[in-house]
C-alpha cells in the first residue's frame, strides 16, 4: 500500500470532483483527504491524499485523468510522498538555520538538506557539528554578478528541488530568482507589507508599534514581495527597543519560517498570482 | 439559483465522494466547498456546499443518494439555507446575551432569536430594548424539577431548534437535556476540562495560572462534559484577582460563545461520541 | 480614603522615585502601585497609584512635589479618579459604537458618553435606545470646512475631555485635530503601519496576507501616523475575501478600541512623540 | 559602573519604596527599573535593577537597607548580574533539550550550563555535539530511591543553582525536591490543572479540547502542582490526533520552557505560596 498527493489546478468547470473521484474509484484507490479551493474568479485547486495498492501505475492514472478531464488548461501533478532535496543559504544568523538542522538532525522534516551556503563563514562550526557541507562563498572583492554566479555553481552540484533563505541578508536579482522560480522560500522580518527592505525592527521601534511579525513567503523578482505562505505576530510594549524586538522577534521568525516550510514540503501550498492556496 | 448544505456521515468506504459528486452532478448542481473528514476508526463526514438551479428537486437528490449509497447506517441531511429558531437563556451577567442581541439586531447571525428565558428579571429593561420577548421564571420557592417544567413549558411557545446558554448559570437535570439532545450550546467560563464547576475563575486564580479560557460546548448529562465547540485562551498576570480575571474572561466567553455559535448556524459541527467535527 | 494617579515626566535624574515616594510618605499616603519607565534618551515617565485620608489636600501635595522636584521641566499630573467626559463619533458600521455603549449601559467604563456624531443618521434608531443624544450632521452639500465647523459647533456643547472615532469615516483636518490634540483616539482597521488610508481589506486580501489587525491610535495631522495605543492581529487564509477579512477584522477592531479606551480612561497612557508608553 | 538587582518582599508597610530608594539614592546608584506589587492580603515585592559606580559596596547597602527596613520579616536579596550555574535533566525527547543547548551555544542565556544527566543515553551523541559532560544514569534494575541517590550524586558535582527539567520523564521524590528546594524548573506538556500525570495529550484528544498548551512550573512535592510560571496555548482541531497534539505541542513546550527559565534567569521570579509574581 503506498500513499500518494495528487494536486490539480485549472479553470473551474462542473464534475471535475466527481471525474477524479471516479478515476480514483476505479483504479482502487482510496481517499484520505480531499480539499478544494474554488477563487472568486474561477480558478479550482483540489489537493488530494490517498492510497493505493501495491501496484499502482502513475502514469495510467495520470493518463486516466486526462481521458476524463480533457483541458489541458488544467494540471495534474501526482506526488508519491518523498523527501525533497533543499538547500539552505544564510549569512550569520543562526536561528533560521539552528530550527531547521536541529528537526532535520531529528527526522523531524519531509527533507534531505544537501548543503548550506553561506556569504560568511560564521556558522561553519555549527554547521559542521551536523556532518552537512558547508559552502562559504564570499562576496568580497566580487561584484553582485560575480557571486551570484559563484553561488549557482555551488548549488548546481546539488540540484535542489527547493532553496530556503534561512536569513540570508542579500537580495537576489531577477536572474538568480529566474532559475530557481518558485521554488525559493524566504522569510522576513517583519509582518509584511510593513517595514519592506532593510532594518524593519528599527523601522517598527520608531512607528512605535505594539505588535511585531515576522512573513515566509516565495521569493520573486521585486523586494519583500512575493506570495506569502505564513505570518504570525507577537506583542511588544513601550520597553522594547529596536534590539529587544529583533531578539524577541527572533523567536517568531523561526517559528513561522518552519511552518512555511513544512507546509511547502508536504506539497500542500499553490502559488496563484501573488498569493498562495494552502490546502 | 438556489444554496443548499448536504451533510453526510457513517461508515468510511471506498467511492462515498465519488457517489455523492456524481449524484449532484447529474442534477446539475454546482460544489462550492467541499470538505471531508475520517477519524481514526473509520467515521467518514463531509459537508457540501453547492448551488442548484431553481427547479431542485430535494426529495429527488435524496432518493439518488440513497440508491447510490444504500447503506442505512450512512446518514445525510440536505439543509436549504435558512435561519435557524432560537431561544436565549441568562441570568444576570449581560456580556453574552448583548453580543447574540446586538448581532441579531444588526442581521448578522444566521438565526431568529425568538425569546430570552432567564431565572431572573435583570436584564428585563436591556432585552426589551431589542423588542424580544423576555420571560422571567423565576426559580424561587420551586423545586429544580419545577423550575424545568416552567421553562420548558415557555420553551413550548417557541419550538426553537437551538438553545444558547448565554451563562444561565443553573444546571440543567439529564430530563431536560434529552428533551433537547443535541440542541443546547453552552459557555463555559473556563479552559475545560480544567476547572470544572463552580467558581472557575476563583478556581484559576489560586491556582496560578497564566493564562485564563473559555470553552463553548454541547451539554451533555455530566456538567461541563459535552462536546466542546470552540475554546479560546488570554493571558493574565500575579496582578490578577479572581474579579479581573473574571472581567477579562467575560471578553473571551462573549467572544467564544458567538464563533461556536456561528459554526452551529451555519451547519458546520458534526457530533462525533464527546467530540466534535467541525468542516 | 480617596484614591489617586499621579502622573510624572521629564528629564531623568538621580532621585526622581525617591523624592516622589518621599513626598506620599510625608503626607500620609500609601502607594498601591508605581510603574516607571526611562526612555533610552533619558525621558522619565512614572504613574503612581495611591491612596491618601479623606483630608487629602491635593495643592499642597503638588507644592510639595516641585518643592523636591523644582525643574519645570518636570511634569505632574493628579488625578483624583473619576469618570471621563466622552463624545463618540461614528458613520454608518455599528460594530465599535455598539461594543461602547453596551459597555456604557452596563456602568463598565471609567467614562460619560455624552452623545454621539454622526455624518449619516444610520445608527439614530440605535443609539436613541440607549438613551444618549445623537447629532446627526449631515455632510451633503457642505464643504469639508463647513462640516468640521458644524461638528465642532456640536461638541461644544459637550466640552468632551475626549473624542473617540468608533469607525468614523471622514479624514480630519489639521484645525480640527488642533482642538483636540492628543484627545481623540481612532481605530483603524488594519495592523498600522501596513495598508494606510482606504480600503485596507482589500489591499490586505490583495497582497495575499494570512494576518490581519487593527490599530487604535491617537490621531494627529497625519492619516493614520498618530501615536500606536492598542495593536491585534487575527489569522486569516485563501478562503476570505476582501469582505470576509472585513466581517472578522471588526471584532479585532471593536476589540482592540475598547482596549486602548481603557487604559486611556484610567491614565496609563502617556503620548512620547509619536510612541506611546503605557504603565 | 555595574549593574545590579534589589529583590525585596515581606509584609507591606508605608514608606518602602521610599526607604530603598533613598538607600539608593544615598549610595549613589541611579535606579534603572523598578516594579513593585502588593498582593490582595498584603505581601509587598519588588525588584530594583540600578546601576553604581565601580566602588559599590554590597555589604553597605544591604546595612543601610536594614538600618532604614529593620523588620527581619523583610527580606533582601541583591544580586550583581551574573549567570546562573544549571545542569538539564533528560529521558528520551530532545526538542527542550535541544532549544537550551542551541541558544546557550550562541550565548543568547545567561546561565552556565554545567552538564545534562539522562536516564538514557539516547541524547548523549546530540549533546556531545555541544561538548557539555553527558550523565548517563539508568533507572535500570535500581528502585526508585537508589535512581535518585545516583542522580544527587552526580549533581553533586555541579553543585548547580538550578535545575532544569526538560522533558525528564520521571516523578521526583519530596525528599529529591527538598535538596533543590524552588530551585527545580520543569515542563509540563498541557495546559495545568487539565491533564495533570501521564499522557496529558491522549487526555486531551480524547476530551476533544480545541486548544492545547504547555506549562513551566516550579516543582513541589505534588506532581504538576508546584507554582506556575509560564503558560501557552495553540489551536488544534478534530484533524489532530493525539500523536499531532503532541508533535505540534513540542513546539509550545520548547518556547514556554524558553520563557520561564529566562525568567527565573533574569530573576525576575518570586515565588510566593503556590503562585508565582514576576516582576
Known sequence: MAKHTLLMEGPDAKGLIFH??????????????????VSPNGWFFMRTEF????????????????VKVPSEEIQFRLNTQKKKDIVLLCTKEHHCLSEILIRYAFEELNANVLAVVSNYNTLQPFVSKFGIPFHYVSAEDKTREEHEV?????????????????????????DFVSKYSNKIVNIHHSFLPAFIGANP????????????GATAHFVNNHLDEGPIIAQDTREVDHRYSAADMARDGRDVEKMVLIKALKLVLDDRVFIFGNRTVIL
Open 201 to 212: 525592527y528599527k523601522q517598527a521601534y520608531e512607528r512605535g508599534v505594539k505588535v511585531i
Open 150 to 174: 559563484a553561488v549557482l555553481k555551488t548549488l548546481d552540484i546539488y540540484n535542489p528541488e527547493l532553496l530556503v533563505l534561512a536569513k540570508y541578508m542579500r537580495i537576489l536579482s531577477p
Open 51 to 66: 492510497v493505493s495498492a501495491d501496484d499502482f501505475d502513475t502514469q495510467k492514472v495520470l493518463v486516466d485523468l486526462r
Open 20 to 37: 477524479v473521484t471516479s478515476v480514483l474509484f476505479n483504479n482502487e484507490c482510496n481517499i484520505l483527504r480531499q480539499d478544494e479551493y
